[in-house]
């Protein structure tokens, strides 16, 4: 039972291109959440999603920041017009329905914008 | 007043000994809380659960204090491979399984 994949690994990009990070949960999980970590900062939490819904987004800067979940495929988090400030680590996480015994954090995204 | 605290440190504490971290929470609702464990730049990892009545795995014990919102772990007999960033962890208000985590505290382990 493959964790949580996420890809790439790694991620360049320059000031003004998009970015896009893509997260395919553990089997059987249907909750899926994105955290930032910014160098030397803790894990913020930026949103919760369910297969085609957005739980809760409060986390999400207000612009340039969407996310997905789409019934096939991967959850994708997108950035529009990267800036300096977007360079993180972009954790994906999933959980089972109906549960609440933590979650399973995949590799993560690093993201480095020039 | 910051959802989850915790005191950064580092801790830096010889093999053998006994360290305990503490954190609070400012969500007076919150139901779950967890123990996760950072190494350098990898994944956070869950470490435990932790329950209101406390709970043990091994040489680590979890602590749950409702009326004071506070949450602590101990480490007894402190391994060079605990050497991690320890992170307490809480869901977040309203939003059934989405969890908020702390800074995290920094431990060392040295010979």
């Known amino acids: 039972n493959a964790g949580v994949m996420q890809n790439p690994r790694h991620l360049v990009r320059r000031r003004g291109q998009e970015a896009r990070l893509r997260c395919s949960p553990m089997?059987?999980?249907?909750?899926v959440y994105w955290y930032r970590q910014l160098p030397e900062e803790g894990l913020k939490f930026m949103v919760y999603?369910?297969?085609?819904?957005?739980?809760?987004e409060s986390g999400m800067p207000k612009e340039r920041f969407s996310a997905e979940f789409p019934k096939e495929g991967p959850s994708i988090l997108r950035i529009q017009q990267v800036v300096r400030g977007d360079s993180a680590a972009y954790f994906c996480?999933?959980?089972?329905?109906?549960?609440?015994?933590?979650?399973?954090f995949g590799s993560g995204t690093r993201l480095t914008v020039v | 007043r910051k959802e989850v605290e915790q005191d950064p440190g580092p801790f830096n504490v010889p093999e053998g000994a006994t360290v305990a971290f503490n954190c609070t929470y400012s969500?007076?609702?919150?139901?779950?809380f967890f123990w996760y464990r950072q190494d350098c730049r990898k994944e956070p990892k869950l470490l435990m659960s932790?329950?209101?009545s406390g709970n043990e795995d091994g040489r680590f014990t979890a602590q749950l204090n409702r009326a004071s919102q506070y949450i602590s772990l101990l480490i007894r007999d402190s391994k060079l491979s605990d050497s991690a960033t320890y992170l307490c962890?809480?869901?977040?208000?309203?939003?059934?399984?989405?969890?908020?985590f702390g800074k995290g505290t920094s431990l060392l382990v040295t010979p």
């Open positions: 996480a999933s959980s089972p329905e109906q549960e609440n015994y933590g979650y399973t």
């Open positions: 089997k059987g999980h249907s909750h």
């Open positions: 999603l369910q297969k085609e819904n957005i739980i809760d």
């Open positions: 969500n007076s609702a919150s139901q779950s």
């Open positions: 932790v329950y209101s």
């Open positions: 962890v809480v869901n977040r208000r309203d939003s059934g399984y989405a969890l908020n």
